[in-house]
Structures are given as C-alpha cells and as structure tokens.
C-alpha cells in the first residue's frame, strides 16, 4: 500500500436538535478511507471551528493519520498554551477522526483495539425531570417500565428555579434559582421516591454546582440514607479542595468531571480516592487517546466511568463514549438522552439503547457516519442558552 496521508480535514457544524455540534472529518489518499471525529463545545462552536481550520488542518495535512499518539501529544503542545476547552475540542474531533481510521483499517470496532468486549451492553442512566416530586415519580416509573435501571431525578431543571425570589430593585435579568430552596428540596424529593418505588432503581442527582461548598458538604450528608448511585457535581472545579470535607463526613458516592480540561484536576480527586465515578465530556479533555489513559488511571484507584453523555456530544462523540465503555473493565455506567429520529438520519450508525443497555454495531471504527448534505440543512446558532445566564436570589452572578 502507498504511505497513508492526510489528505483534507473538514469541519462540519450542525445543529439537527436544538444543540450545535461539531463533527470533524479527516479525509486521507486512500479512496473512501476517512475518520469522523466529535469536536462539540455546544456554547462556542465557531471558536473551535477556526482552531481546526485555521491551525490544526494545515499542521495535519500530509501527516499520516496512523500515528495518533504522536500527532495528539504534538497537536496538544503545538500552540504552546494548552489545556483548554477551545483547543481541546479541536485536537478531540481529530483524535477521535484518527482512531475512526485505525478501526477501519484494522476492519475491527474500536472496542476491540483496547482488548475486546467487557460486556455485551452498557447500561445507561435517564434524566427524569417534574416540577414536583410527584411529577418525578412518574416520570421515573415511565422509565422503569420501559427498563431503564438508573435514572438521574431532578426537580425543576437544576433545582430551585420556583422559589419566589425576592430581589432588589432593577435586579438583572437571568435565569435566577435560590440555592436554599433548592438544597430543602432535594432530600424531599429522594424520600417522596424511596417511599414510593423503593431501593430496586439506581437514583443520581445532579447538583450542577449550585451550592456553597458546606451547603454541598450538608447535602452529600443529608443523602446518604437514600442510597444514591452517584451525587453529580456536588462542587465546582474552582473547589476541589473541599472533595476532602465531603469525603471525611459521609459515604454518598460522588461522580465529577463534565467541565475538567487539565489532568491536574482530576488527578488529585483520583489518586486520593475522593470521587466514585469520572464522568468527563470525552471531547472536553481531547479525546480518545486521554480519555484512554484517564480511564486505565482510575481503574487503579477502583474508580468507574460515567463519560458525559447530553445531546451537546455528537453522536460520533456518543459512540466514542460507547466503545470505551464496552471494552473498559472499570465501567459504571453511561449518561444517555435519547436522540430524535432526525439526528439519526444525519448520522447512521447512532448508538441503539434497548431495555436499558446501549450497544455497539459491528461496524469498524467508530461504526458512525454523517450525511452531510442533510447536516447542512440544520445550521448552528450563535445564540447562548439562557440557563448560562444563572443568577442568585439578590442578582448576583452564579455558575449554571
Ligand atoms: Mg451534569
């Protein structure tokens, strides 16, 4: 065979549901040999674009596209500053594009590159939502009967958004929550499920940082009789240290990791053994390749995997999500949203749920494809979501 190139990168931008994606593809000389890749930061699509195309794209043209953990460690250092979510993104929709190649020309699912099948399916979780406990209840029952094991139960989206907020006068507009009404609220809600459906389901709240850090500490604390599988986020990356203080007070199993973007956040969490569950967004940190490595490091310190899995991952980023949590030993479970028939006709090959587990196809790669002249006909908006714009109480600015 001639020596394999590079032979273009494309970036693709698409937004079928509601969330902008951004999928890479990397075309080589070898006709109708590609990779496609998951580059999504939902929130600031158009920055990762330029940084595929105006940086990446020429550094990668020529390169021959088997030799993936060179290029990662020389894309990841070649701008100098590194370790953010921007660059990230873009060196992930070309990890994720290289490993989609090596699959194929191996003619083997990628789950089989890191050792083959640790299991036939992997069991997701679902997001249950209602404005009251009630509303949850049935909502979770509703999942159940269709065989869904682990759900994560939320009460009016993150959490404390029906209070009646008191603000100043001329308080800016935002998305405002009272963070006190939210942390009565969640130990009301688990005791209303635990009465009513019992110990049989796996729960998994999400705190999306929402709390002071002792307010956190008093909630991880308040839960433990109520057996969660994983408290979310209970702290923001900005308050690691505080990992500690939960850790000491109480045995609720805690899962992080959506927002990291440098090694030494979770690096200390895990060699410590503060956390249960890493749960980052693969394209967040680069890709494949580091998710790799993170996933072996936990598997040390007995700590499972919970890869981010909302609609802002592409269904390439879904089925790099998928391959890992197959062939990993040290899987926990994968976050699971439900995609609409339209994003699977933009993408075949989107992973299949059934009865609670997501399966792998026996494609080889990634075992996803895009069609992108039904993708360009869902372009992205340069329009920030509303609940980004999170405020407290008396207006003060506070993390989504
Ligand atoms: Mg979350």
Redesign the pocket.
Known sequence: MKQLQIRDVKTILTAPERSNLVVVKIETNEPGLFGLGCATFTQRHAVVHTAIEEYLKPFLIGKDPQRIEDIWQTGMVHSYWRNGPVLNNALSGVDMALWDIKGKLAGMPLYQLWGGKCREGAAVYRHADGRDEHEVEENVRAYMEQGYKYIRCQMGG?GGRHAKVQSPENALPGAYFDPDVYARSVPRMLEHLRNKVGFEPEFIH?V?ERLSPIEAVRLAKQLEPYRLFFL??PLAPEQLDWFRMIRSQCATPIGIG?LFVNPREWMPLISEGLIDFI?CHISAIGGITPAKKLAHLCEAYSIRTAW?G?GDVSPVGHAANLHLSIGMSNFGIQ?WYGPTDRLREVFPGTPEVRNGFMYPNDLPGLGVDINEELAAKYPCKNENPAWTLARLPDGTSARP
Do not use: K
């Open positions: 993150y999400d999306h979310e986020d959506e749960r981010h909302p976050e």
